[in-house]
């Protein structure tokens, strides 16, 4: 089965999604689900409180849905400072799957268009995937990485290519193979124009680099995004020959059709 292995309800700060309507719209669509609710401590230093979530009260709540097309995890906002307390949440608790993500860079909010005023395109990529790079070398407890295209989405910048950083990509990749941690294929924007160019550029360096597999993400905030762009990425990511997975109580399932 497939699985949308990024979505948010309720208990993300951003969401008022019932659990209830994404099974129902899951099961419509013939898709597996992870739900995967923001924790983002280090917006602490980003905008001066952290995004959170009772982890109790989420297992409580949707722990007693969990099944073979159901499963429970979480979306940890990743930055230096921030590690030790991350761990703890993952390896604290049963989940399916952890993502990592960079919401921030060094206490810095990548969604903020201020903050990339005046910056150059070239100087702002070669940190940010020299960040990630450190951060999955940090947090090597993840299963996934998110959406490495996320400052792309808010920066006045162009789309990220691996021609354009070749050794920084490098360096990324042989940091998610070493800890074997997947990258996601994050599909809030359609895989058209430059984004859809950009997507084929990142995807073919990672299989070039050894990678094998990844996930595929709706990051839907409502139940009808899920699974969103899926088939455009299916068929980019057999044109690549990477594999599907998903994960369940952490380990590597790969996806048949
Ligand atoms: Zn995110
Ligand atoms: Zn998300």
Known sequence: ?????????????????????????????????ITTEHK????????????????????????????ENYL?????????????????????????????SLHTMA??????????????AGNFYRQYL?????????NPYIQSLAHLDYPSRYAPFPELFVEDYPEEFQGLFEALLAADVTLEVNLKRPLEGEVGRSFRSIFTGYQKAGGRFVTLASDAHIAED?????????????EIGLKVCYYKKRERIISER
């Not at 993300?12 to 994404?22: I, M, N, T």
Request: proline share 2%; charged share 30%; net charge negative.
């Open 1 to 33: 089965m497939i699985f949308d292995t990024h979505l948010h309800t309720e208990f993300s700060f951003d969401s008022a999604e019932k659990l209830e309507a994404v099974l129902a719209s899951a099961k419509q669509k013939n898709l597996g689900v």
């Open 130 to 138: 020299t960040y990630a790079k450190e951060m999955v070398e940090e």
């Open 226 to 238: 899920i699974g969103r762009n899926f088939e455009d990425a299916l068929k980019l990511m057999e």
């Open 40 to 67: 983002d401590l280090n917006y602490l230093e980003a905008v001066g409180f952290p995004i959170d979530f009772n982890v109790d009260d989420y297992f409580k709540a949707y722990a007693p849905y969990r099944s």
């Open 107 to 120: 206490g810095q909010n990548l969604s903020s268009r201020r903050f990339f005023q005046g910056m150059e």
């Open 72 to 100: 429970l995890g979480i979306e940890l906002g990743l930055d230096r400072g921030y590690t030790a307390e991350n761990r703890r949440i993952a390896l604290g608790y049963d989940f399916d799957l952890v993502i990592g």
